[in-house]
């Protein structure tokens, strides 16, 4: 039982490919999900509500970035 990981062989390219594909999905993920929840929010009727999923989305994607950004550049 002496299996070695999968990438420690094999193009670098395609690593790279496949763990950036793989981690853009998952932050589209968030995303599509944060807009529905914003669609039904706002369907309640009240604006405040939909104001707050609003604000909390944008300050969502601002802090994903800032994230993102600082794992790249210190990583």
Known sequence: MSEQAVFLKGSL???ITVMSLTAS???MAVFV???VD???ISRLGKAELAAAVGYAGAI???I???G??????TG
């Open 13 to 15: 390219l395609r690593h």
């Open 25 to 27: 999905v998952g932050l």
């Open 33 to 35: 999900v944060d807009f």
């Open 38 to 40: 914003m669609i039904f």
């Open 60 to 62: 969502l994607f601002f």
């Open 64 to 66: 994903s970035s800032f």
């Open 68 to 73: 993102i950004g600082v794992h790249f550049t």
